[in-house]
């Protein structure tokens, strides 16, 4: 706790049970954090505890300089956690982060990923820099409250993001897509400028099912969004829908992009993103 120059942290282990008169006086001014498997309960925590209170003998709390400082944070895979608010609202309170990485495995016939459409425009808000989110691996399940309809206030928010991966539902897409211009609640995000996302990562696992008009409502409704997305892909109606995007884009010219991207992340998900 002393070492006021300490940059990353990789933590393996629950922090010591501090009682409340022996709290840290301050806690180092990380740019990276990884939280390891099964510790992130208790660090979260201990983070609540001081980020709350300031006793009388200090000026600011003692989390004050972690959530200024704080660029990175990893949560490394945690089998049985969930991606709900009891997760997303410790971590909100590092408004800096420019990358966040959760790495939460849904279990076979159970989707872990708990947070709707208003989550995540809360999520978004409070962490204006991410360029990296991504809030767990998508699973095929698609049972998850999140819809395309939470896209416009993540691109809006944040104006620096270029990955994401976060669950969202496509069973009814298209007319998801066609009722955010309508929304009375987006439209104050309707003229503001998006984001410069280039990769929607990990389509490959959400189940996708559109005819040709489909195809050319949710590539248009993709564009709006992400206007310089080129890589969706995943089953054959994401790779339709990538060369839809290309064709709309006006990038017919190099199709090798999205339709590379795609069989990559058709053959190995790894492959996918060191591709991208």
């Not at 309809?149 to 539902?169: M, P, R, Y």
């Amino acid at each position: 706790m002393q070492l006021s120059h300490f940059y990353t942290w990789v933590i393996h282990g629950p922090p010591p049970s501090y009682s409340s008169s022996s709290l840290p006086l301050t806690f180092p001014p990380l740019g990276t954090l990884v939280l390891e498997e099964g510790v992130v309960d208790g660090w979260f925590s201990l983070f609540n505890r001081l980020g709350d209170g300031v006793s009388a003998t200090q000026e600011v709390a003692p989390l004050s300089k972690l959530k200024q400082s704080l660029k990175v944070l990893t949560i490394k895979d945690l089998p049985g956690l969930t991606a709900d608010t009891s997760l997303a609202s410790p971590i909100q309170r590092f408004r800096n982060l420019t990358r966040l990485d959760v790495d939460i495995e849904c279990h076979k016939d159970q989707c872990t990923f708990k947070l709707n459409n208003d989550d995540a425009t809360e999520f978004a808000m409070a962490l204006p820099r991410l360029e990296s989110f991504r809030f767990g691996r998508t699973c095929c399940s698609n049972t998850c409250a999140t819809t395309v309809a939470c896209f416009l206030s993540i691109s809006v928010h944040c104006l620096g993001l270029q990955v994401i991966e976060i669950h969202f539902n496509t069973t009814n897409i298209v007319e998801d897509f066609k009722r955010i211009p309508e929304d009375p609640r987006l439209q104050h995000l309707r003229s503001l400028p998006r984001c410069q996302l280039h990769s929607l990562v990990g389509c490959y696992q959400i189940p996708l099912i559109l005819d040709e008009p489909g195809v050319e409502t949710v590539a248009k409704g993709m564009i709006d969004i992400f206007p310089s997305l080129r890589r969706p892909g995943g089953s054959w109606s994401w790779v339709q829908l990538a060369h839809k995007i290309e064709e709309l884009s006006g990038d017919e010219k190099t199709p090798g992009t999205s339709l590379v991207s795609v069989a990559c992340c058709l053959s190995s998900p790894d492959a996918f993103l060191n591709h991208t």
